[in-house]
């Protein structure tokens, strides 16, 4: 279980605000305090999650994080009877009477959900769409009709109301994406869905000058090249790389002295390491990591 509490992602470089960015945070803060759930919607690496939970950071309560999966189901979310606990006394202090009482009860453990529900966290359910469309059901009771059904639980009472301060940030993947199920419309239409895209050179290169704080220039070289390649992968309607990978360039260059230099061999290496199978698989079948590799050298000396 994972409940990250409003002293985790103090630093302040976590997220590298740009003035749409800040924007949107503020929007979303608005419609989140008016009592409308958020739902980020875009392409892997366009920095759904950390948007996510930034914004949860700013409720100021404490935030609960799950991962959708196939796997996820109601005990996970709501909770699960994990064993027995029993209790005996024994009474003979009086040697001619014996007394035995002896009582079993169930152990109960809250899922996640209501836990977050029953104490007014701010619940960020990222990748949702990973889970099944059933599994998400439960959510259709919580935004029309503010109470979280405990079905299935064996608990006395058949649901529990949500605490007022309880809100919910989802995010999701597009629906091409493998592993994705497609949303009810009923869930989606209680949702604010906020589209994401990837972000224009320049933001990214100032995401990585404050998060590896390499000069503006050499950010600027591996955004370009980054989404060069990218561009590429679009036509062929594949997501292509993202801001991760050039991330982990930046980083990976900074920490091993490699000069952020298209011609320089070790960068050269390091860009075909990290990128190739990315690229490839934009390509067609045969020869495409060959083919990838070439492109990556040729963008390098482009580009950087
Ligand atoms: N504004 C930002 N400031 C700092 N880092 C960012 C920002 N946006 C994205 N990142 C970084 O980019 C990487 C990808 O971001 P994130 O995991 O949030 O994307 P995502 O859209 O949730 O991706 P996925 O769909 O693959 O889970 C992370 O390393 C994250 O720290």
């Known amino acids: 279980m994972t409940v990250l509490k409003e002293k985790v992602n103090t630093d302040s470089k976590a997220l590298v605000q740009d003035d749409e960015t800040k924007h949107l945070l503020s929007r979303s803060l608005r419609y989140l305090k008016a009592g409308y759930p958020i739902h980020f919607n875009g392409p892997s690496g366009t920095g759904k999650t950390s948007l996510a939970l930034a914004l949860a950071k700013k409720r100021k309560r404490p935030v609960m994080l799950i991962h959708g999966n196939h796997e996820l189901n109601n005990r996970d979310l709501i909770g699960d009877f994990t064993g027995y606990s029993s209790k005996k006394t024994v009474d003979n202090y009086v040697r001619s009477v014996y007394k035995k009482d002896e009582s079993v009860t169930e152990t109960w453990r809250d899922g996640r959900l209501l836990e977050a529900a029953k104490n007014g966290y701010t619940l960020v359910y990222d990748e949702f769409t990973r889970s099944h469309p059933t599994t998400n059901n439960i959510f259709l009771s919580i935004l029309e009709e503010g109470v979280l059904p405990l079905y299935g639980s064996k608990l ?23 592993g994705v199920y497609e949303t009810q419309d009923a869930l989606l239409d209680r949702l604010i869905t906020i589209p994401l895209g990837y972000k224009a050179i320049e933001q990214e290169a100032a995401i990585l000058v404050g998060k590896i704080g390499i000069e503006e220039e050499e950010a600027q070289a591996i955004t370009t090249l980054v989404a060069n390649l990218r561009e590429k992968c679009l036509k062929e309607s594949r997501s292509g790389p993202s801001l ?61």
Do not use: W
Request: aromatic share 8%.
């Open 244 to 304: 991760r990978s050039s991330l982990m360039i930046a980083r990976l260059a900074s920490e091993e002295d490699i000069p952020i230099d298209g011609n320089d061999e070790d960068f050269q290496v390091l860009c075909t390491d990290l990128l190739t199978y990315t690229v490839s698989e934009c390509m067609e079948a045969e020869h495409s990591e060959e083919e990838a590799r070439n492109l990556i050298l040729e963008s390098c000396v482009e580009h950087v």
């Open 156 to 178: 006395t009472e058949p649901y529990i109301r949500i605490h007022p301060k309880f809100s919910v940030i989802f995010t999701s993947n597009p629906l091409e994406y493998a």
